[in-house]
């Protein structure tokens, strides 16, 4: 079973291009988040073509917000029409890791982030 691992637009049989690319990355978060592989399930959008969201719920200690936000953009923006600012999501996830309620408790998540860097980087050498 590989429905998990392709984008909406590849299980439609439409054509595809950086989708597949925002999409691995919104199933990495998704599994990071829940311990699980992403499942999609269709969300109604007033005059909008179909749109998808994670099955699991985020916990609603989670920054909801946020997460949604992440996952409408990584999901979906290209079904819009143009892919999202991926700077701009990247500097929202790092205000949430560094700055405002809770950020000294994200501390060992920035920790784990940048040994991770550290690694990759021993590894493309």
């Known amino acids: 079973k590989t429905e998990q691992f392709e984008c909406p637009e590849m299980q439609a049989q439409q054509a595809w291009a950086e989708q597949v690319d925002l999409f691995a990355v919104a199933g ?43 996952f409408d953009a990584l999901i979906n923006a290209c079904a819009r029409g143009a892919p999202p600012d991926l700077g701009q999501l990247r500097a929202g996830l790092e205000g949430f890791l560094y700055e405002g309620k809770g950020a000294a408790k994200r501390a060992g998540m920035r920790m784990a982030l940048i040994k991770q860097a550290i690694l990759l980087d021993q590894f493309a050498q």
């Open 28 to 70: 990495v978060v998704h599994c990071l988040l829940h311990g699980e592989y992403m499942d999609l399930t269709p969300t109604p959008q007033a005059g909008a073509s179909e749109s998808y969201m994670p099955k699991l719920p985020l916990k609603r200690y989670w920054q909801v917000e946020m997460w949604t936000g992440l």
